[in-house]
């Protein structure tokens, strides 16, 4: 594939993924959009590439004759190692920088699984040899999504947090900061992204309330009713996670603000009220007006 784009992006159909094929697009970069389903690549400034992340045949060729990718894998038991996988393949690829999706506060010993499984991945990439850029961001705005069925039905949501405030960041944000450091001159290290102030989910709810015209409230559960609602919602391992994920933030241990997302992209972070005014439909109920 040596006459395609230079630039490879894994998970171009995810969330932070398409927001980075976005922001490429924007700036005239064409790329190369690893995809299961070439037929959902729609961008003139992408060449899609069908690729399963457990195929390591496939990998090699589209890893072939990249200067840069961008590391995401669907959320899975199966993460960790494709992205190990990943890395070695990219390594003897000859891929000269990679830009790692991981998480705000990654560390090997984390009493929450995602934060270790991510700091392994971040260890395997620093002994790689290719040049690294890893980005932590915090929670993500777009996670508020999977309540909007809650929020337009019941005008509600529910999460076990208490008052803890967070430095929620816009996945668009992520997208644009990947893509500046996909076409940078140079790897930009680990890089700490969070939104330009740490927020409460009850100001969350107020904020949708604000864009949505609707009476929208929080609810602070405990673990073991948040656990019953996402029980055969999403698999056991999830759960357990996302519980130890919500224990991380209520701690108060995810409010840092970073000024790495105003420090590359020259504006400041998208804030609440931003999200909530451009997602607004997704909470609306059907006939509802604002």
Known sequence: MSDAPDILVAGATGTTGRHTTTALAARGIRYRALTRRPDRITDPAAVAVRADLDDDDALRAALDGVRAAYLVTPSSEHAEAQQLRFIDLAAA??????????????RPDSPVRFLRYHAVVEAHLAASGIGATVLRPNLFMQGILAFADLIRTQGMFAAPIGAAAVSLIDARDIGEVAAAALTADRPLGVLTLTGPSAITHAQIADALGQETGRDVRFVDTDPQQFTAMLSGVLPGWQVDGLIEDYAHYASGEASAVTSTVPDILGRPARDIEAFARDYASSFTAKGSSR
């Open 93 to 106: 690829a000859g891929v000269g920088h990679l830009v790692l999706l991981s998480q705000f506060a990654a």
